[in-house]
């Protein structure tokens, strides 16, 4: 399996500021994702990280309001831009390498939004 | 659109008790099925997955579950569960030959009290 960390594991963020969400991954892999879960409610798919273009969005996402990079094979970040009170979420990064088929999970970053 | 639901949404059950989780999911094709598990604290682990070939799949820590195809289900069950089994459990679909796109369910919180 794959190990995959995130920083910050949690911030309390003004409304009207961004915050960049790193994931860092121990080895090599071929996908990288990003999602959401916000309270209450279950695990949503924001983008997938594509490694030297541009991410691939899920609908009701756009580039705008989550820019994502994906410099190399190991690292992603996303930004959350523009904050508002209803991002606060939790926000997962996961990465998949393709002879797995599935898909392994950092421990998350909390953001709350005031 | 593909959608995954999970009928219990809080479980309790006394340890040695035998668990049954429901999972339904809604699409026409061939799909991929998994079962996370999130501990208190910890990130979302792989419980278990089902591609192909046997419908009855056994996974980590005693579970199992079994996809039945005329029903859309995958549910999850364990014999006999342990005080250390208390955790969120998600179900979560792909559909076949694109793995990347994991649709969760809403998650059931199992407790087990010893």
């Known amino acids: 399996s794959a190990v995959i960390s995130q920083k910050p594991s949690r911030d309390i963020c003004q409304r009207g500021t961004s915050l960049t969400i790193q994931c860092q991954v121990d080895?090599?892999?071929?996908?990288m994702f990003w999602y959401r879960q916000q309270p209450g409610q279950s695990l949503t798919l924001i983008a997938t990280?594509?490694?030297?273009?541009?991410?691939?969005?899920e609908s009701g996402f756009v580039i705008d309001k989550f820019p994502i990079s994906r410099p190399n094979l190991t690292f992603s970040t996303l930004t959350v831009s523009n904050m508002s009170p209803e991002d606060s979420s939790i926000y997962l990064c996961?990465?998949?390498?393709?002879?797995?088929?599935?898909?392994?999970f950092g421990p998350g970053t909390r953001l709350t939004v005031l | 659109a593909q959608s995954v639901s999970q009928h219990n949404h809080h479980v309790i059950l006394s340890e040695a008790a035998s668990l049954e989780l429901g999972c339904n999911y809604s699409?026409?094709?061939?799909?991929?099925l998994f079962w996370y598990v999130q501990y208190p604290g910890q990130h979302l682990q792989l419980l278990l997955k089902?591609?192909?070939?046997?419908?009855l799949v056994k996974g980590i820590k005693g579970f199992e579950a079994e996809f039945i195809k005329s029903k859309f289900s995958f549910n999850l069950r364990k014999p006999s569960v342990q005080w250390s089994d208390t955790a969120e459990y998600f179900c979560?679909?792909?559909?076949?030959?694109?793995?990347?796109?994991?649709?969760f369910g809403q998650g059931t919180t199992l407790q087990v009290k010893p």
């Open positions: 979560a679909v792909s559909v076949s030959g694109n793995t990347g796109k994991l649709i």
């Open positions: 080895s090599q892999v071929t996908m």
């Open positions: 089902y591609f192909s070939g046997d419908p």
């Open positions: 996961s990465a998949e390498r393709a002879s797995y088929n599935e898909q392994f």
């Open positions: 699409y026409g094709g061939t799909v991929n």
């Open positions: 990280a594509n490694q030297g273009s541009e991410a691939t969005y």
